[in-house]
Structures are given as C-alpha cells and as structure tokens.
C-alpha cells in the first residue's frame, strides 16, 4: 500500500493541519510507504525525507513541482488531497478530505461567489468527510453532486494523547479553550459566557492568531483580563485539557472538533456550542445536554456552571469510533484508488 497525502501547511493547532499529521503518522507507523506534499514551509514541524515541501512562489509553480514529484514516485494506491487547488496537476486517482461545514451567507453576490467557489472544489470529485455531517452539508444542503461519497473520522491516537498529557503538570484551577484564534471559533462569546460565569476559575485559551489582539482587549473591556491567559500556540496543548475542570468549545463552525474528542479521552468535562451536527456524533445520549446554541452566552454560561457541579460519567464508548484503529480500516478499505458508488453504505 503506497499513501499520498497533500495539504496546505502542517503547522499549527487547526484541525486540517492536525489531522494531516496524524494521519501521516498513522501510515508511517504502521510500515505504509507514505509522502506528505506540503506548500508552506513549516515554523514548529521538522521534515524528513517523506515530507516534501513544493518548490516556487506561486500555486501553479507548487503545482508543477507536485507534478514532477508524482512522475518521480508513480502511483499511489491512496490519495487525500485538501490543497483543491491543485488537482489539476494530478494525473491519478484522489480523494479530496472535508474537514468543515461551509455557509452560503451574505448579499446575492457573495452568495453566487462562494456557491460558485465551493462547486469547483467539490462538484464531481470523490471526497472523505471527517464526519457525516460535513459530507451531508455538500450534497444535502449544498446540492452538490459528487462522485462518490465517505466518512473517515479524523484518527486518534488514545494512548499518545493521554502520554502527552501527563507530560507537564499545569497548576490552578481553570476552564480551557484549545484553538485558533480566528473569527470563526467565536472566542468572543466565550470570554462574554465566562464574563457572566459565577466562579472564581481563570479560563485558559490556548491557542495563537489573528484576532488575539481584539480578544486581549475585549477581555480587559469585561473587566476578566487578570482570569484570562492567552497561552499562545502550544506544540502540546493536552496536559491543559487534561488538568481544566471543563472544556469549552464555542465555535460557529466545525465539522467534526477534535478537541472535544480528545477532551473526553482525558475525562475532562465538555461543553460545546451547536457548531454542526458533527458535535452529537461526539456529544451523544446524556452528553447532548451540553451543547448549546450558537451566539447564546447566557446558556453556554449556566452549561458550563453545571458541568462544574455535576457531569455525566464519559465512557468510552463516546471516544472509541474516533481512535486510529477504526481511521486506518476504513482507509485501507477505500485504498484501491477512488470508489465508484455514489455513496459509502458503510458509513452513510
């Protein structure tokens, strides 16, 4: 078995980038020859020798180098591609992994542009879901046709996340938030939930980008900036997940949050905003409590009181679907290049 893989960048606390690496992780680990083609190079990450960054300024130049690449290596019986941009350059089987759930909002014209720009992403191409909420959202909400259609939950490797987290001790008691600081994961109504929040526990939010500043200042505007630490990127972020009495998801989007996966790995309590119907394939049964509305600070706040006083027991039961085992099976399922069916019966 011969594995492919072509993404972005591998830097960084997002989930695209994450599961890139787990997933190329997962493959190496387990004796598959495998290439990771990348088009930044990366700050936090080292290469080796399977790890390519593309060579030239601009995406038809990467384009060309990931072409003469592909002439050196031949074909690959498996390849995932999330730089989309770039399957004009590939002259073999792929599929290309959504990761997201996509809105159409806006005036008309900015609804024609992205409904334009997301068709030429996905419109009759084979694509892997990393949860069936993401792929429903492309031919069901979306209506767009696709080839043929799978899920793949993003892999994770139980064992080393509870290893990592038992790396370094972090002291206090504390609420946490892991990811980028982007508009889209909606720390604002974070900080607005705790700033309402009777407890005395400081909330840590790990993470680094653009809207840093603004949350900094927005922070200080609620009069909470001494219980708010921005810890910035942290390469390992699980020993925060692990000692925080809960963790708080407070994204407008996602299509399947790794990091409330790995927070119920390390038994830490979860409350999550309704960001897709990815979050009840995690939050399921007596958990499903504790996801809230989007743009609802009021109720993420009691939520989170609540899960400070009592919380469910988190069996493993709500994890398991999600290790690397379960990724790595269904990948070898669909490695004898791309599927014909329309849909995955396995999974959809």
């Not at 600081?181 to 700033?195: D, G, P, Q, W």
């Not at 001494?226 to 989007?253: C, D, H, M, W």
């Amino acid at each position: 078995m011969r594995v492919a893989l072509c993404v972005k960048s591998i830097d960084g606390t997002g989930g695209i980038q994450r599961n890139y690496k787990l997933w190329y992780e997962m493959f190496k680990k387990r004796g598959v020859e495998t290439y990771l083609f990348i088009l930044e190079e990366p700050k936090y990450e080292q290469l080796d020798d399977h790890i390519i960054l593309l060579e030239g300024k601009n995406i038809k130049q990467k384009g060309l180098s990931l072409q003469k690449h592909l002439k050196s290596l031949g074909r690959f019986d498996l390849f995932l591609l999330n730089a989309e941009y770039l399957k004009g350059y590939i002259n073999q089987p792929y599929y290309i992994t959504v990761h997201n759930t996509w809105e159409i909002s806006g005036n008309l014209l900015k609804k024609l542009k992205r409904s334009r720009a997301l068709k030429q992403k996905y419109y009759n191409e084979h694509v892997i879901g990393i949860s069936k909420s993401v792929v429903d959202n492309i031919t069901d909400n979306l209506k767009i046709q696709v080839k043929s259609k799978h899920v793949v939950y993003a892999p994770h490797n139980i064992e080393r996340v509870r290893k990592l987290a038992d790396e370094k001790e972090i002291n206090g008691d504390f609420i946490v938030s892991v990811g980028s600081l982007i508009k889209r994961k909606n720390h604002e109504l974070l900080l607005k939930s705790f700033a309402i929040l009777d407890s005395d526990l400081d909330l840590f939010i790990v993470g680094e980008g653009p809207e840093k500043e603004n949350l900094q200042k927005l922070a200080k505007k609620l009069g909470i900036e001494k219980r708010v630490k921005f810890t910035g990127f942290e390469q390992n972020p699980y020993p925060y997940i692990k000692n925080a009495k809960v963790l708080v998801s407070s994204s407008n989007s996602e299509g399947l949050p790794r990091v409330i996966v790995e927070s119920l790995i390390l038994n830490t309590p979860v409350v999550s905003t309704y960001s897709s119907e990815g979050v009840y394939e995690v939050m399921e049964k007596e958990l499903k409590e504790f996801v809230v509305p989007k743009n609802d600070e009021k109720t993420l706040s009691e939520k989170i009181k609540k899960a400070l006083e009592s919380y469910p027991e988190i069996k493993e039961k709500y994890y398991k679907k999600f290790s690397e085992e379960e990724s790595f099976k269904r990948f070898v399922s669909l490695s004898s290049g791309c599927g014909t069916s329309s849909t995955d019966p396995g999974i959809l």
